[in-house]
């Protein structure tokens, strides 16, 4: 690249002023070469055409950790923008629990994880999860409505059961009731990774109940291969990154991918892999439109979905 095409777009500064837009502000971060708000304006314009590509087949992953906050309601407004949801079994945990009236708490970082084993309460980052809104309430919600789908029938996919659960479900706040209302499935490839699935399994014990998990990765194997397009808003890694861009590589890669994450590339672990690493695999195109985004997804994300 010569020296004129490098220096082609000089920095400029943000002019701040009372009343701005979120996506005025994002809009502003676009020209002012700003480090990791260069890369957030650019993958919210990767989102803004992913979105709008009526061809295009997108796809929304996240881990369990950001549901026990309240990111829990702004990922509930998303669903309906998205195609697929590929997530982990503690999103099933998390969502559940707060949607039959589980209570989380805010706390700290810095509790002492002794005393609070003691009182029963669990610590996920700064969150406080007491025993009594987490497994109590999967328990008892749970077992009524397991009993309701044998009836209908013995074997279900994850996602067909996802469903069903989210029909049932009484809460706006809630990422299972919205994409059983907006007909979005979600996937869980890890679905006994969880009480959710933990739940599952002691009711198979004395029940003829029976989880069909490859149901689930035929339907996944027909998205991707009935699409002309796809696009993914990926956050964090794990599983749920993993599923989004291992089946995409057998229709040829993400034609747009856009990743959010705190971690560092240099352990060699999928979490930290720049999309750029996905290339190599085919799971991404080499002329998807691409960008990592580092950063809080509990920061980043509210910001993006405004500014969209």
């Known amino acids: 690249m010569s020296k004129s095409s490098l220096l082609s777009n000089p920095v400029k500064e943000m002019k701040l002023r009372k009343g701005m837009t979120a996506r005025e502000i994002v809009e ?8 990791g708000a260069k890369n957030l304006a650019d993958g919210v314009e990767v989102l803004r055409e992913m979105l709008g590509e009526k061809e295009c087949v997108n796809f929304l992953s996240f881990p369990a950790c950001i549901v026990a906050t ?3 309601g702004a990922l509930a407004q998303v669903v309906k923008d998205f195609d697929v949801i590929i997530t982990t079994c503690g999103t099933l945990d998390h969502d559940l629990a707060r949607a039959w009236g589980g209570k989380y708490y805010e706390g700290s970082f810095e509790l002492d994880d002794w005393k609070l084993h003691k009182q029963g309460v669990n610590r996920l980052g700064n969150v406080l999860v007491p025993n009594e809104s987490y497994g109590e309430v999967l328990e008892k919600g749970m077992e009524p ?16 059961l996802i469903h069903e659960f989210g029909k049932r479900v009484k809460d706006e706040d809630s990422i299972l009731f919205q994409a059983a209302k907006h007909n979005v499935p979600i996937y869980v490839p890890g679905i006994t990774d969880g009480a959710f699935g933990t739940n599952l399994a002691l009711f198979a014990q004395d029940k003829k109940f029976k989880l069909n998990v490859l149901k689930d990765e035929k339907e996944l194997s027909d998205v991707v291969f009935d699409s002309k397009k796809t696009g993914a808003l990926m956050v964090g890694g794990g599983i749920s990154k993993h599923h989004v861009i291992w089946w995409n590589q057998f229709k040829g890669g993400l034609d747009y ?13 999928l979490s930290g892999a720049r999309l750029k690493e996905a290339v ?4 991404v195109k080499e002329k998807a439109r691409m960008v990592t985004v580092d950063g809080d997804a509990t920061i980043l994300l509210p910001l993006m979905f405004a500014a969209l």
């Open 28 to 35: 502003q971060m676009k020209g002012a070469g700003g480090f």
């Open 70 to 72: 309240g990111m829990r």
């Open 145 to 160: 409505v397991l009993k309701e789908l044998v009836r209908v029938k013995e074997e279900w996919g994850g996602r067909e």
């Open 257 to 269: 991918a856009v990743y959010v994450t705190t971690a560092s590339q240099y352990d060699g672990s």
């Open 280 to 283: 190599s695999w085919g799971k």
